[in-house]
């Protein structure tokens, strides 16, 4: 398994959580860290990706302003911590990575490895 999601669960609107996206240090070293979404009968969807060094973050509108995407590199993990959730939010998120630039980031057919995913439901 090169990478592995947790963190999602049931949140009320307005709610908070944090997933976590563990990856071997293999598929870590160097490469784009980014998060998708899919909700029951849509397409997958970018949400947030990070540079190798965590110095470049790029986030769908959607979400600009309630998420923060982040790394820790001697942990070889991703994080998107999420704030301020809407029922909308609702959706299996996936973790993935790429060495596309930055540019190609939103577009999934760039991404080599996905973790499993897990679920987040906002609702109240």
């Known amino acids: 398994v090169q990478l592995q999601a947790s963190g999602g669960g049931l949140v009320q609107p307005g709610g908070s959580l944090r997933l976590s996206c563990a990856a071997s240090?293999?598929?870590?070293?160097?490469?784009?860290m980014s998060w998708f979404r899919q909700a029951p009968g849509k397409e997958r969807d970018f949400v947030a990706g990070i540079n190798w060094n965590g110095g470049n973050a790029m986030y769908a509108d959607s979400v600009k302003g309630r998420y923060i995407v982040s790394k820790d590199n001697a942990k070889s993990t991703v994080y998107l911590q999420m704030n301020n959730l809407k029922p909308d939010d609702t959706a299996v998120y996936y973790c993935?990575?790429?060495?596309?630039?930055?540019?190609?980031?939103?577009?999934?057919?760039?991404?080599?490895?996905w973790g499993q995913g897990t679920q987040v439901t906002v609702s109240s």
């Open positions: 993935a990575t790429t060495w596309g630039v930055r540019s190609s980031w939103p577009d999934s057919q760039v991404y080599r490895y």
């Open positions: 240090e293999r598929t870590f070293r160097g490469n784009t």
